[in-house]
Structures are given as C-alpha cells and as structure tokens.
C-alpha cells in the first residue's frame, strides 16, 4: 500500500523557469511533509518540509504548498538551475512517530 | 568525519556469504534507521531503532538481523540473501523518533546479490 504517490517519473524544464513538483498521499494522519533531494552515489538530502498547520514554506529559491483536503503537496523552484538536476522524493509521517513514507521520486532535469 | 557514514559503499556477495553493513552517525542523534531502495521503488523502511532499542520491523526477512550497540552505530548483518535482495541500503538518524524530525541520510551501501 503506497502511502505516498509522485506520480511523474521524470520532469524536464529550462534554466530559469518554474520546476513543479507534485507528491499526493492517501493517509489523512499525516501531519508533516518533506522534500529531499538526491544526486547520483549519494543518500538523500533534506531539502524543505512543511506541517499540517500549514500551507506553505518558503525557503529561497524552494516553496513547499500543502493542500490537506486534496491531500496533495506540491514543490516550486524558482529560476531552476542546473545544479537543481536531481532525483526528489516526497516523504510524510504522522506526529506520533517518524515511521517516513516515500514517494517513488522524481527526476528533474534542467536544461542549461 | 561528519554526518552519517556508511561501509561498504559497494558489496558483491554470493548468495551462501555472510556479510555486514556498518553505519555510523557523529550527530549526537537517538533514532537510527535502515531503509531499502530497489530501482524505481519508494524507500522501504526496514528497521527502527530509538536509544539502541529496536523500535520496529516492518515484515523484515530473518536473513536481514539487524544491530545497534549504541546509538552512533548501526549495523546490517546479512546471510543467504536471494538475488531480489540486490538494492541500495540507506542508513539514516535523527535527533528523536518524534513525527518531523529530519532524518539524515548516508549514502548507502549498493549491494549486489549473485
């Protein structure tokens, strides 16, 4: 049972444009959303994360948006870079315990 | 040396070999965790443990034993393993077990299963 769905395998964008990334979960428990991003031989880092009291985070170039009816968050970042290129995955848990689900991640890519 | 490290980075083995993953974390965190990464598939979690004690187990084979004799460092021991065993093992920490904590990943162990 996948908890947590990115459901675009792979995304392509152009350096400076808008990269939407898009994560939908089913478990209505969930109480905090993370990013994480990760480049080839090396583990996942973390990138933004977002509470359930919440709608959106900001970070500089990064926006996390969490729409809890929809069950649906997404992850802006504005201009892309190159350097941006990289495997993200969504994850969630609840507040009782950091059991982490994950998506399946998808891969963006920049174009310079 | 920072952050969490992990050993191996990359493992062959047979499927009749006995083998160890060791992961060690110099944050000073209380959770430690052992995730599974198959190609094009979530992270799996495998185990959890919080102060040294094991917290959880989601259906783990018994081939996969985990170990944690204090909290900077985790190990994966491995016997028999099958082909389908072939992943990235993730090693991963963070401060307490409370739900938002950031875990911190390693860069994994890519093990391969002949």
């Known amino acids: 049972d996948q908890q947590v769905k990115q459901n675009s395998p792979s995304l392509s964008v152009q350096e400076g444009r808008i990269s939407i990334l898009n994560c939908d979960y089913t478990?209505?428990?969930?109480?905090?959303f993370l990013w994480y991003k990760k480049y080839p031989a090396e583990g996942p880092t973390f990138l933004i994360s977002?509470?359930?009291?919440?709608d959106k985070n900001e970070d500089g170039r990064f926006t996390v948006f969490l729409n809890k009816s929809a069950k649906h968050l997404s992850l802006h970042i504005v201009p892309s870079q190159p350097g941006d290129s990289a495997v993200y995955f969504c994850?969630?848990?609840?507040?009782?315990?950091?059991?982490?689900?994950f998506g399946a991640g998808t891969r963006l890519t920049v174009k310079p | 040396e920072t952050g969490v490290t992990q050993t191996p980075r990359h493992l062959v083995m047979g499927m009749t070999n006995k083998k160890s993953l060791k992961c060690e974390q110099h944050l000073g965190h209380n959770a430690m965790y052992w995730y599974k990464q198959s190609a094009k598939k979530p992270l799996e979690l495998m185990f959890v443990?919080?102060?040294?004690?094991?917290?959880e187990n989601n259906s783990v084979p018994s081939r996969f034993s985990p170990e944690c004799p204090n909290s900077s460092h985790l190990f994966l021991h491995l016997h028999t393993l099958q082909p389908e065993d072939s992943a990235l093992y993730l090693c991963?920490?963070?401060?307490?077990?409370?739900?938002?904590?950031?875990?911190?990943f390693g860069p994994g162990t890519r093990l391969t299963v002949l």
């Open positions: 478990n209505s428990m969930f109480d905090y």
């Open positions: 443990y919080n102060f040294k004690e094991q917290t």
């Open positions: 994850a969630a848990s609840a507040q009782n315990n950091n059991d982490m689900r």
């Open positions: 991963a920490s963070s401060p307490a077990l409370a739900g938002g904590d950031t875990q911190y």
């Open positions: 977002i509470s359930s009291i919440k």
